[in-house]
């Protein structure tokens, strides 16, 4: 996802870190923080995702005045052609992520993301038949355009539910 | 409070649990939070109606992010240099999840962890790795 600008705040990962069940005091207390090695609040490992929130075209937000495919008065808002069950239209299942950390972020940075080409590739799946897999990559860069993390996607669209 | 490479053997195994009977809420308040708001993971109805899965499920990042925490806890804040995985199986409301990490080599500063996430049946959810620097 390419984001122009996501900066980084404090409630965001006070609330990120309530979220994964994480109470190490570092996301919560910019006090506490101070006595830590960092020196200060940073945000949790897997943070950078949420750069989502900041991206103006992220296709898993209701955005105000269109449709939404989740419930409503019906099980889904949007009625679409049946190409691929698996995804029920919700745009697949993620398979994998990376993150490699060029150093942690913290409130006050104004982050970029940069989405580069990815490989795809197919495979047959025991559990949902047909899988294609799509790889993105996507360079986090700070106010100073400094690399901050690189991380990888893979996100996979299977041809049926997986089998339970 | 960083790891010691003098205190580091190979086969070396941290764990924690980190999460009894995963709530509907808390995969709510992710999506809250992350911004993924794929109705797979907070709709009900839409997931067994329309996706025909048999109930909502976590996202990946959720798990990631759960297990995220168990290696901030014992690499120490700020540690981190690679962390990645590959998410094997769904997690489901009601799921209690186990992680382990464990040291597959020590190098120059850095120690690198194996990462293992399992749920009360003993099936593996999420496999990966992760990297960190240590003293």
Redesign the interface.
């Known amino acids: 996802m390419a984001v122009e600008k996501f900066p980084v705040e404090a409630s965001h990962i006070m609330m990120f870190a309530r979220s994964v069940g994480d109470d190490n005091q570092i996301y919560y207390d910019d006090e506490y923080a101070k006595t830590t090695e960092p020196g200060t609040v940073i945000a949790p490992p897997t943070f950078a995702q949420s750069s989502a929130q900041f991206d103006p075209d992220y296709f898993l937000r209701p955005k105000i005045g269109e449709p939404w495919f989740g419930s409503g008065g019906q099980p889904t808002g949007i009625t679409r052609s049946a190409s691929g069950g698996g995804g029920g239209g919700g745009g697949g299942l993620h398979a994998e992520q990376h993150f490699e950390y060029h150093r942690h972020v913290k409130p006050g940075d104004v982050l970029t993301a940069s989405v580069g080409p990815g490989k795809t590739w197919e495979k047959e799946g025991k559990r949902s038949g047909k899988l294609v897999f799509s790889e993105t990559v996507t360079e986090y860069r700070d106010q100073n355009g400094e690399l901050v993390i690189t991380a990888r996607g893979v996100g996979v669209r299977t041809e049926r539910p997986v089998d339970q | 409070m960083?790891l010691k490479a003098d205190d580091l053997n190979v086969g070396d195994t941290y764990s924690e649990c980190?999460?009894e009977d995963l709530k509907r809420t808390?995969i709510v308040?992710?999506a809250?939070?992350?911004?993924?708001?794929?109705?797979?993971h907070?709709?009900e109805?839409?997931?067994v109606?329309?996706?025909?899965?048999?109930s909502v499920f976590a996202?990946?990042?959720?798990t990631?992010?759960?297990t995220?925490?168990m290696?901030?806890?014992y690499v120490?804040?700020?540690?981190?240099?690679?962390?990645?995985?590959?998410?094997t199986s769904?997690v489901w409301p009601g799921d209690t999840l186990n992680s382990t990490a464990t040291v597959e080599s020590l190098q120059d500063g850095l120690v690198n962890l194996v990462v293992e996430t399992t749920n009360q049946h003993g099936v593996k959810v999420l496999s990966g790795y992760a990297q960190a620097r240590i003293d």
Do not use: C, W
């Not at chain 2, 809250?32 to 797979?40: E, M, Q």
């Not at chain 2, 996202?59 to 959720?62: N, P």
């Not at chain 2, 120490?76 to 998410?87: A, I, P, S």
């Open positions: 960083a980190l999460v808390q308040q992710y809250g939070a992350s911004g993924d708001y794929n109705p797979l907070t709709d109805i839409f997931t109606e329309v996706a025909k899965y048999p996202h990946g990042m959720l990631m992010g759960m995220g925490g290696l901030t806890n120490g804040d700020g540690r981190l240099t690679k962390y990645g995985v590959r998410f769904q």
